[in-house]
């Protein structure tokens, strides 16, 4: 099999806060693999944006750094480094002034495609939109890619997105989840609405229940600051997770094209049902393995922000209705480990007998780590003996499926900076379905705060409260294992 790379137009990218962490990290390294991958036309050109007092020579040494940090050598020779480099230029540009934005202007070109990464704090969404306008950089048909997080409630949400929209038409406006970008996600869709077998299935009929989980090892880290006024809720479930819940449900969009799909996220969002107290536990990780706990992460001794929360979550219609998506994201867990677990039900009657054993199909989609997606069928244990039943996997793991083209999957952000660049808003949110999000989010948080619930303790290294295995176990149900 060939790998494809489909050609993009000349642009001209610019990135705020070039010089930051996510550019450092993702944004900078992302942008390089395409350009190894052919994908960067000759005259495109990515211009760093930041308040740090730097020139074109120190910002294309910080890339290089980027570069060597996080590629491995083999895959970054110099003379390839060297190469992409020339596409780099810096402006030092102060969102809040008027420095640096006549030079930003003249940097910009107008007959190319324009976008503008906003990675910044969004406290200066409004401010870069607002320059850029005043300054005649951005037209009509610029595109804008804005970062989590997104609000930190309705309210907020809703100010951001009026704020942008007083400058940008949503057709110009890329939310990015790098969730969506995930190979995995999209093979999602494509196991879904790509074959005959799993759709028919695809209900409250067949389908027991879902387990979405995200389990990380590390915790808060330097972070501690900005995690604690957030939580696991805020960070992963209001909108990484519940875009998974969204694809996982949602009807079958008539096209795949960006509002098609995003119109059906959006009815499932505003579908769900309000999630009761007792539907939730919220988990604040204790010291362990020599590691401090969460509250001496954050720096703060009475936090009650959790850092690992399990919900069972229940959707109002027709597909769904007695079929719970269980929830769970967790720090300091057992394993960094993200997957979706479609749990099928039972055969109605089986005619193997009780000694046989029971059994029942599981679609895992793998999305961390080894992107893959297994389907666990039931067959006879070979041997004599009689009949017994066993559960085997048929593996779609893309490194076997696919051989060494496999290597090749862009990740997340290499595919979605491309997309933005194609002008495909498919695999970002539209702003009607981050508010649904928080309209959702908000009550389910205000309960907790109202009462001045504590989260409860739980080991490093751990799934998290044992009352979270409670929540399934109350309804005759397991999660699966968080391991690797
Ligand atoms: P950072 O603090 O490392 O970098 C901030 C950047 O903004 C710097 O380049 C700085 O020079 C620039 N900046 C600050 N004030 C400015 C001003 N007045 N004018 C012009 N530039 C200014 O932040 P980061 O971690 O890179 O995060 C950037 C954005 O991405 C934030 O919205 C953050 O929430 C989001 N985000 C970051 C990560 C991550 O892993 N770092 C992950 C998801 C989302």
């Known amino acids: 099999m060939v790998s494809r790379v489909i050609p993009v137009e000349t642009f001209d990218l610019v990135i705020f806060g070039g010089t930051g962490d996510l550019a450092r990290r993702k944004i900078l390294p992302a942008l390089f693999r395409r350009f190894q991958a052919g994908q960067m036309p000759e005259e495109s050109r990515i211009i760093g944006a930041a308040r740090s007092e730097m020139g074109t020579k120190e910002f294309r040494a910080f890339v290089g750094e980027a570069i060597g940090e996080f590629i491995p050598a083999e895959e970054a020779p110099a003379k390839a480094v060297e190469n992409f480099l020339r596409h780099i230029s810096y402006v030092a540009v102060d969102a809040r002034g008027t420095d640096g934005w006549s030079d930003l202007s003249a940097q910009v070109r107008q007959d190319v495609i324009q976008a503008f990464y906003f990675s910044v704090a969004p406290a200066l969404f409004g401010d870069l939109a607002e320059r850029l306008h005043e300054h005649g950089i951005a037209g009509p048909e610029s595109r804008i890619v804005v970062e989590k997080p997104f609000g930190r409630d309705l309210e907020s949400a809703h100010a951001l997105n009026a704020t942008l929209a007083a400058h940008f038409d949503e057709h110009q406006i890329y939310r990015i989840d790098h969730y969506l970008g995930k190979e995995t996600v999209q093979n999602l869709m494509a196991v879904r609405f790509g074959n005959i077998l799993f759709e028919p299935l695809w209900n409250a009929q067949y389908v027991d ?48 094209e960006p509002d098609a799909v995003r119109d059906e996220k959006l009815k499932v969002i505003r579908a769900l049902d309000p999630v009761a107290p007792a539907e939730i536990v919220r988990g604040q990780y204790k010291a362990g393995n020599g590691r401090p706990s969460y509250v001496e992460g954050v720096e703060n001794p009475d936090s009650r922000t959790e850092s690992f929360i399990a919900m069972r979550v229940d959707i109002a219609n027709w597909r769904w209705k007695g079929t719970p998506f269980y929830l769970r994201t967790g720090k300091r867990l057992k394993s960094r480990m993200s997957e979706i677990v479609v749990t099928f039900r039972e055969p109605p009657h089986s005619i193997f007998g009780e000694e046989a054993g029971k059994s029942a199909n599981v679609l895992v989609i793998r999305l961390q780590p080894d992107e893959g997606i297994t389907l666990r069928v039931t067959i006879k244990e070979p041997g004599p003996g009689g009949m017994r039943l066993v559960d085997v996997p048929l593996d779609m793991t893309f490194a076997e499926a696919l051989g060494p083209d496999a290597d090749d999957i862009p990740d997340a952000y290499e595919r979605l900076i491309m997309d933005v660049i194609r002008g495909n808003q498919t695999l970002f949110m539209r702003g009607d379905e981050v508010e649904a999000a928080w309209a959702w989010t908000d009550p389910i948080i205000a309960a907790w705060s109202d009462k001045g619930d504590r989260p409860l303790p739980y080991e490093t290294g751990s799934t998290g409260p044992e009352d979270a295995l409670m929540l399934l176990h109350r309804d005759g149900r397991r999660w699966r294992e968080i391991e690797v």
């Open 209 to 256: 229940h879902v387990q979405i989980t995200v389990a990380e090892t590390v915790g808060v880290e330097g972070r501690g600051a900005y995690y604690d006024l957030s939580g696991a809720m805020r960070d992963m479930v209001q909108n990484h997770m519940m875009q998974l819940l969204c694809l996982i449900a949602m009807e079958p969009p008539s096209q795949f």
